[in-house]
């Protein structure tokens, strides 16, 4: 299985800071990678698709960038309703994996 | 837009097998992969395995001795029926649509998800 691993595993922000999260695959997987986001009790939101790809309907602040074993979620400016735990998962095999999440709080 | 909802008991006895369904609605079933993915009080996602509309399914090693994901057409539905349940499959289950661009895989639709707790 490809391990996902997420860092950190949270952070602490307030609104407007730009917040970056990061992901890094135990092995190359191209581009195969997205991000989404989840809300307590809600289910999970996709936010970026092939690693950089934005989802429509998605604030153009969410940005994502990298390929092979290192990549990036970017919120140029957060929001109060950004405030969430977010999630990267890759779809280069199966199974499926998820990064363990990154809780982003507000400060 | 595609909706998902999941069904089924909400506590479910220790080996006993644990049964959901999940009904699409405002689309049909018959394209893209459907999948099944579940989250631990207070962890993180577990994928569980997906269906094909074709029947075609895949699984993950860590559960694939137990676990049987099929689909109804006829009814635009999918299932999920995992045996001998312990405390650890005590969840939140998801259902999901799957969808490609290109060689990209995402999972783009949820269900509002269903608890299952695992207790005698």
């Known amino acids: ?107 | 837009q595609v909706q998902l909802q999941e069904s089924g008991p909400g506590l479910v006895k220790p080996s006993e097998t644990l049964s959901l369904t999940c009904t699409v609605s405002r689309g049909s079933i018959n394209s893209d992969s459907w999948s099944w993915i579940r989250q631990p009080p207070g962890k993180g996602l577990e994928w569980i395995g997906y269906i094909y509309y074709s029947g075609t399914t895949n699984y993950n090693p860590s559960l694939k001795s137990r676990v049987t994901i099929s689909v109804d057409t006829s009814k635009n539905q999918f299932s999920l029926k995992l045996s001998s349940v312990t405390a650890a499959d005590t969840a939140v289950y998801y259902c999901a649509r799957e969808r490609p661009t290109g060689y990209y895989y995402y999972v783009d639709v949820w269900g509002k998800g269903t608890t299952v707790t695992v207790s005698s």
């Open chain 1, 1 to 107: 299985d490809i391990q996902m691993t997420q860092s950190p595993s949270s952070l602490s922000a307030s609104v407007g800071d730009r917040v970056t999260i990061t992901c890094r695959a135990s092995q190359s997987i191209n581009t195969y990678l997205n991000w989404y986001h989840q809300k307590p009790g809600k289910a999970p939101k996709l936010l970026i698709y092939a690693a950089s790809s934005l989802q429509s309907g998605v604030p153009s602040r969410f940005s994502g960038s990298g390929s092979g074993t290192d990549f990036t979620l970017t919120i140029s400016s957060l929001q109060p309703e950004d405030f969430a735990t977010y999630y990267c998962q890759q779809s280069y095999s199966t199974p499926r994996t998820f990064g363990q999440g990154t809780k982003v709080e507000i400060k």
